[in-house]
């Protein structure tokens, strides 16, 4: 079939452009409205959110409901404990000199005591060889159960030990490896998984609320985590989603063994070049030592905070000595023991895993107001309550 011209007389054509412009108007609100999740990425890697949309009803409310002590139920079937006495468990933490892990350890430690099951830890400095040791060492032990603890140890890094400890009827459990959200690692029996990408959303909400949409951000990242740039990425989609097109996010990858070198400087660098600057967000409170000092040497001590998560101790006891740590999303890093040890004396007595890894470590938001509950000075599995430890002795068939 021909297609036919249609000639447009001038008062038609007068009418016809009139449209036209009120279409393309439309449209380019439309394209607007929807570009506010994906942000604008400048040259030097500062990222400005498209969305004029500023949600603080929803930010607040977010970390309203993080303010308290969450209930806590015990994710699975009760079963006896006590059969796995005499066992033993092998521990190999990602750096023996991390204080998280250390933590998570000291809470294996406590459960294992309560049972009477022999928990070695294997000592080392965060190499792969001597992580791949580690794993040769519990194979020759005969252990009945490995647990890995970091969150940058996996059998991704030595899949052929990994495979020999299944060869020999050893199975591995990881702890904080990868995020509720992303699949378990090949080669591992069961797992404790991670809420990072939900602290990371908890953070961003909390400088989004403080600064009334209006934040400028300097994100510090470690991506060479097992779990990758999750955090990173759901601390930007935060943003983009509810800071509107006033807020302005910067992140820097510094890789672990770089955090002491290049944290301080990275920092330093960015408070003093940059007076709009009202923010440092290092996804883990353990780079705050360096940032702290960072900010102060910049000149940047009097407007510049620090929102972070993990409640280490020290970095708690900042908020409660000064006014640079702002905030920490806190997470039970003895809680944490404790579900590793449940994943290891379940396979141990021949009880099925919780499968998905999620025993619902609960994330608490501590500023001034709170903080205290952690102790004074703050301790390891305080301020959390006593229902998740009572939990998990009544499902074991332990007295509380």
């Known amino acids: 079939m021909r297609s036919r011209t249609r000639k447009l007389v001038p008062g038609r054509r007068r009418t ?56 806590w139920a015990y994710p699975g079937k009760p079963f006896d404990a006590k059969k796995a006495v005499g066992k033993t468990i092998f521990s190999i933490q990602e750096n023996s000199a991390n204080p998280f892990t250390n933590t998570i350890v000291a809470g ?21 060889t001597q992580w791949i040791q580690g794993i040769q060492e519990a194979i020759s032990q005969k252990v009945d159960v490995i647990v890995l603890a970091g969150g940058t140890i996996g059998p991704i890094y030595f899949k ?82 509810y800071c509107g097109d006033r807020c302005k996010t910067r992140f820097v990858n510094v890789p672990l063994s770089q955090w002491a070198t290049k944290i301080g400087t990275t920092t330093q660098t960015e408070v003093s070049s940059n007076p709009d600057l009202n923010y440092v967000f290092p996804l883990y409170d353990a780079m ?3 940032v702290v000092p960072a900010i102060q040497l910049g000149g940047g001590i009097t407007r ?20 640079t740590v702002e905030m920490i999303v806190g997470e039970n890093e003895t809680h944490l023991g404790y579900a590793a040890m449940d994943q290891a004396m379940r396979l141990m007595t021949g009880v099925d895993p919780i499968r998905d890894g999620e025993y619902g470590i609960p994330l608490r938001v501590f500023d001034h107001s709170n903080v205290d509950e952690t102790g004074l000075p703050p301790e390891y599995g305080v301020g959390y309550g006593d229902q998740w430890r009572d939990g998990f002795l009544k499902a074991w068939g332990l007295p509380g």
Not at 20 to 27: E, R
Not at 198 to 209: P, Q, V, Y
Not at 225 to 234: E, F, P, R, T
Not at 314 to 321: D, E, P, S
């Open 16 to 71: 016809f452009n009139f449209a036209l412009l009120i279409v393309v108007a439309m449209l380019t609100a439309l394209a607007a409205g929807c570009g506010g999740v994906a942000g604008n990425k400048a040259a030097d890697g500062t990222s400005t959110g498209t969305s004029s949309g500023c949600d603080l009803h929803y930010v607040t409310k977010h970390i309203d409901d993080h303010k308290g002590i969450a209930n």
């Open 108 to 128: 294996m430690k406590e459960v294992a005591d309560k049972i009477g099951i022999k928990l070695v830890d294997y000592p080392n400095q965060g190499q792969r």
């Open 160 to 241: 052929e030990q990994a495979a020999a400890a299944d060869r020999a009827g050893i199975p591995i459990v990881t702890v904080v490896d990868r995020d509720l959200t992303q699949d378990a690692e090949p080669n591992t029996a069961a797992r404790v998984g991670q809420p990072y990408a939900e602290a990371a959303r908890l953070d961003a909400d909390w400088i989004i609320k403080q600064t009334k949409c209006s934040a400028n951000v300097l994100v510090i990242t470690t991506n060479e985590l097992i779990a990758g740039d999750i955090n990173s990425k759901a601390a930007q989609d935060e943003f983009d989603k």
């Open 288 to 290: 705050s030592q360096f």
């Open 304 to 323: 510049v905070k620090v929102a972070t998560f993990n409640g280490t101790p020290g970095i708690l006891r900042m908020i409660q000595t000064g006014d």
